[in-house]
């Protein structure tokens, strides 16, 4: 059910007695949340019950002073159901009583109705405060703005993938990370690592940096298997703290902040939040939740955002919180936005050449501050 967002079942009560049924959908990961009529079904009446793929409760992460370890996060938050790995429709019934019986008459998956967006999304943060805006790309010309931007830069993720500049595309009013099958040099370099694919790279590593604010996105997801496309940030404290690898560590109050992470064989409608900090070796720590559902507009795009302050990660879809994170470890270092979409990662399907080119396709980046927070 990669492809779809929802299970709606078609319910009769066939009994004698008022019964309330409970459906929820399984996946080798966890189960949906429960989902039943608002009040009992009376005898002979029928209904359609809606099971949602995305969590009731937003996931929260825990406080690493006063819960016990979890990456799943808070219990009663988040889902770690995983619409590419469903296995069974289970069917329950609250107090049910002798006579009832409820009638499965159809089992349909697919889509809601097309998303509600809040007025606020791409015009300011989703909450209150004296918010300046700091950063605004909409890609309307036909290249690149260097002056905020680098199209080239370190590829740690894939060892078969290497970044071009003809592979970061602008026009038509947005930025495309292209990925396809093309022998060529990392970074067009003349010494530069030879492999047989080509991606697009984004980053302002060195021309852009803030700590705290809001940060938005607004994407559409590739769709051809074995890609790996996310939005995300890393420290930079500048030139004066050494080579890159000081400078982007996530030691020392920094974090690898995941806004939206994706592997294309989750389906077109699943993503990924995280964090990660002390590094990457024995001391790594992460946290996040790989359960995040959204529905695309009738364009096929989607937002993801970030609300970063002292202390506290909002993540959003849609302009809807679908995870929160506070804990004193919450980065503290300015950080620079990236997009990558490398082949691969933890849990993806084979590339398939066959279904390359493919692209993310990115409509606007955003962010803000807010004025209390500014740094001289």
Not at 138 to 147: E, I, K, V, W
Request: charged residues 25%.
């Amino acid at each position: 059910m990669r492809d779809c967002l929802e299970v709606r079942v078609s319910l009769r009560n066939g009994g004698q007695v008022p019964v309330t049924p409970r459906v929820r959908v399984e996946s080798n990961r966890g189960p949906t949340d429960w989902a039943a009529p608002p009040a009992p079904l009376a005898p002979g009446a029928a209904l359609e019950v809606a099971v949602p793929f995305a969590a009731s409760v937003p996931w929260r992460g825990v406080r690493r002073d006063t819960d016990p370890p979890s990456w799943g996060g808070q219990p009663g938050t988040g889902t770690e159901f995983g619409s590419d790995a469903v296995g069974a429709v289970t069917f329950s019934a609250d107090r049910p009583q002798a006579g009832a019986v409820v009638v499965v008459e159809a089992v349909r998956a697919g889509l809601a109705a097309g998303p509600e967006l809040p007025d606020w999304l791409g015009k300011r943060p989703p909450v209150q405060g004296d918010w300046v805006r700091t950063f605004d790309d909409a890609f309307d010309g036909s290249a690149l703005d260097l002056s905020k931007w680098n199209n080239t830069g370190p590829n740690y993720w894939d060892r078969t993938s290497h970044w071009s500049k003809d592979n970061l595309i602008v026009g038509g009013g947005v930025a495309r990370l292209r990925y396809e099958k093309k022998t060529g040099r990392h970074n067009d370099e003349p010494d530069g690592k030879e492999s047989d694919y080509a991606g697009g790279y984004l980053d302002t590593y060195g021309k852009w940096v803030q700590r705290y604010g809001y940060f938005e996105a607004r994407m559409k997801l590739p769709t051809a298997p074995g890609l790996w496309p996310a939005f995300w940030m890393m420290p930079d404290r500048g030139t004066e703290a050494g080579p890159q690898w000081v400078r982007q560590s996530t030691r020392n109050g920094g974090m690898e902040l995941d806004i939206m992470e994706h592997l294309t064989r989750w389906g077109p409608y699943h993503y990924h939040i995280a964090m990660h900090w002390d590094g990457y070796e024995e001391d790594h720590k992460t946290m996040g939740s790989s359960g995040i559902y959204v529905q695309p507009d009738e364009e096929g795009f989607f937002t993801a955002g970030l609300l970063w302050t002292p202390g506290l990660l909002v993540y959003y879809a849609n302009g809807r919180e679908v995870g929160r994170w506070e804990d004193p470890r919450v980065s503290s270092v300015a950080s620079d936005m990236m997009f990558t979409m490398p082949m691969g990662g933890w849990d993806n399907s084979r590339l398939e050449d066959s279904r390359l080119p493919d692209e993310l396709v990115i409509d606007y980046v955003r962010a803000w501050q807010r004025r209390d927070l500014m740094q001289p």
